[in-house]
């Protein structure tokens, strides 16, 4: 691990904790993280690093090394198709990651079955690869059956009675949005699922705080907003806004259920990779009243994925956004484990080729 804190990307230093000017024409270091359980995973420059509080109030931080695949594979990095690469391998990554805190966090680990072991032994993959493979094969079943198959048989039955193309695809993107809103309202009244909610708020002002430049501490930290306009949550808000836009110009018209579905599911990408671009303009812009309007849909919606943290979930998240930025002591002392272990290199995780949610 790298003894100063300076950290370097497009050719521009930036020093946690230290104001610097605003520099003409490159991006100082950008930082993204996700929330946990009982803990946050941030993603710098060359590090991902998760922290979790365990049972007995340490803090357990993880480092590992950052793998960009647009380095080895230069088409992953074009603007459109970084944006599909960036969300499956955030996906892959994100759910490798809440298994690996949820494990942390009570102390248990959770093994593979016999079945699962004879078809990793199968298919020549290690069985915790094959669980993590179907499970995020299943969370995007679930996710697009859900979010984009069911509103489009509700689009095919407006059709029926509504012969306009425009206002078909906005009711059908009316339906979308609000199974979405109603769906996190709905698990964000699960105790557990809340303290996730108040680790991503917790996770949000950390990285607003390290935006600043203002030193890394707890009362800096909580003095900034649990809304970030980078969130995932405004990157799902943009995926169904641009959908209705998508599907208008371009989507299948027929009152045909299964000709509609064909025709979004072979969409989705466009509109994934549309959506990421104008997340990361988004992110990038001047404030002006056109980008707040812009950014307003998401930022309301973080109103329900995001909660005010207490002290102890920000500790956490600075652990973890300290960790992945490669600063000294990211852990305090008296958050130590005292069989903490060793913070070698593990094997890195995929990633896109630049940019990260918050």
């Known amino acids: 691990m790298k003894q100063d804190n300076t950290t370097k990307k497009g050719g521009v230093l930036k020093t946690p904790g230290k104001t610097t000017d605003k520099p003409t024409g490159q991006s100082c270091v950008s930082v993204g993280g996700q929330a946990v359980m009982e803990g946050v995973m941030m993603m710098g420059p060359e590090k991902i690093a998760l922290a979790v509080r365990r049972p007995d109030g340490k803090i357990e931080l993880r480092l590992k090394p950052r793998k960009y695949l647009a380095k080895k594979y230069p088409i992953l990095g074009w603007p459109i198709i970084r944006g599909v690469v960036n969300f499956v391998a955030q996906l892959y990554v994100g759910m490798k990651t809440l298994t690996e805190s949820a494990e942390i966090s009570t102390g248990e680990v959770e093994e593979p ?40 048989a509700i689009e095919a039955l407006f059709k029926r009675f509504i012969p306009s193309r425009t206002v078909t695809n906005l009711l059908g993107g009316l339906v979308r949005m609000g199974l979405f809103l109603a769906y996190v309202w709905l698990v964000s009244r699960i105790p557990d699922i809340h303290r996730v909610f108040m680790y991503h708020g917790a996770e949000h002002k950390s990285i607003f705080c390290f935006e600043s430049g203002k030193p890394l501490t707890v009362a800096n930290a909580q003095s900034f907003t649990t809304y970030h306009p980078r969130c995932g949550t405004s990157f799902v808000v943009i995926v169904f806004v641009i959908s209705i836009l998508v599907f208008t110009l371009l989507g299948n018209d027929s009152s045909n259920v299964f000709a509609r579905m064909g ?28 980008v707040r309007a812009l950014k307003w849909p998401g930022l309301m919606v973080q109103h329900i994925t995001t909660a005010q943290p207490t002290d102890d979930m920000v500790e956490v998240a600075l652990c973890s956004l300290r960790g992945a930025l490669e600063m000294p002591n990211p852990v305090p002392k008296q958050f130590m484990p005292e069989d903490a272990p060793q913070q070698a290199d593990e094997p890195a995780q995929p990633d896109a080729a630049e940019g990260e949610n918050a």
Request: aromatic share 8%; charged share 20%; glycine share 6%.
């Open 113 to 152: 079955s016999e079945f699962e072991k004879k078809v990793a032994k199968t298919l020549h993959v290690k069985p915790d690869s094959l669980m993590m493979g179907a499970a995020v094969v299943l969370a995007l079943v679930m996710a697009i059956g859900l979010f984009f198959l069911l509103p489009t």
């Open 263 to 290: 025709s979004r599911l072979l969409l989705l990408p466009v509109t994934a990779g549309v959506s990421y671009e104008i997340l990361k303009w988004l992110g990038r812009a001047e404030d002006t009243p056109l």
